[in-house]
């Protein structure tokens, strides 16, 4: 499974990476207030200098995601990424999926729920070992990425720290070989408004939140954030290509209301970066 080795590189310099995908412009801080959202997102498209990333997702009479996709091209080369749910009987949680890159051979995963419906484990199938384990303790979200099985490869540690119901702080450890340890990689904070994440469904984010946001940013880049209620307003802390002062954001709305695009602002920031979204 040819996922990327990190999130903290690529959040700046696409700048739609991870959480910093869904911001707003008012003032930092948790937004408060339940916002709401009553349509299912179809697309997140990331524009960057002269590269697009596609987020797509299809989902069943249920409503369940039924299809997660990316596609990624600067004009030129392109690549797309394929993951497809399957359901047992009526179950409202996917018992496995498969993936696929670039129309290869599909690699079959198993998933696994803990008592209360959250995502506790990712196996892949196939000869990578690659496995996700993740863990809940208090107001964190452990996800614990293993690329060959064990830390003998690429493995990396990320804790999520969700604060009523938003994601507001992330960290990044990976293991260092050379002295066989972790190292931290990062550590970034974030704000909401009150406006609401086009990727937020209680059903998800209570389930497969945290899968969607390994598969997101371990592969592509793209949006991660199905977790946050309200969508993010600022970012800032320490990662590769942050700005001293962070990240903020402006956003637009349809004329219901919805998020329709966000613009990234800050010293650094390239012209013409935006990130755009639509609906069912």
């Not at 596609?71 to 080369?77: E, Q, R």
């Not at 002295?179 to 209570?206: C, F, L, M, R, S």
Request: glycine share 12%; proline share 4%; hydrophobic share 30%.
């Amino acid at each position: 499974m040819p996922l990327r080795p990190s999130l903290l590189p690529y959040v700046l310099s696409c700048l739609i990476a991870a959480f910093v995908l869904s911001s707003c412009s008012h003032s930092g801080g948790s937004g408060g207030g339940n916002p709401v959202n009553n349509s299912y997102l179809a697309s997140v498209k990331n524009i960057g200098q002269g590269e697009t990333l596609t987020d797509s997702f299809k989902y069943d009479d249920s409503k369940r995601v039924a299809t997660y996709a990316q596609y990624a091209t600067n004009g030129t080369d392109s690549v797309h990424i394929m993951y497809n749910f399957h359901f047992s009987s009526n179950s409202t949680l996917p018992d496995s999926y498969t993936y696929n890159y670039n129309d290869g051979v599909d690699d079959p995963h198993t998933l696994s729920f803990d008592g209360q419906g959250r995502v506790i484990k990712d196996t892949s199938l196939s000869d990578s070992h690659f496995v996700t384990y993740y863990a809940y303790s208090g107001n964190y979200v452990i996800c614990r990425i293993f690329f060959a099985g064990d830390l003998n490869s690429d493995a990396f540690a990320d804790t999520l720290v969700v604060t009523d119901g938003n994601m507001t702080g992330q960290k990044v450890w990976g293991w260092d070989h050379g002295v066989g340890e972790w190292e931290d990689q990062g550590q970034v904070t974030y704000g909401h408004a009150a406006a609401a994440n086009p990727a937020y469904k209680a059903e998800i984010a209570n389930s497969v939140g945290p899968l969607l946001y390994v598969l997101s940013v371990y592969s592509l880049g793209g949006w991660a954030d199905y977790i946050s209620k309200g969508i993010i307003n600022k970012v800032g802390g320490r990662a590769d290509g942050l700005p001293p002062g962070g990240v903020t954001y402006s956003v637009s709305t349809d004329g219901t209301g919805r998020v329709s695009a966000i613009t990234p602002t800050g010293v650094g920031v390239p012209s013409g970066v935006r990130t755009e979204f639509t609906y069912y």
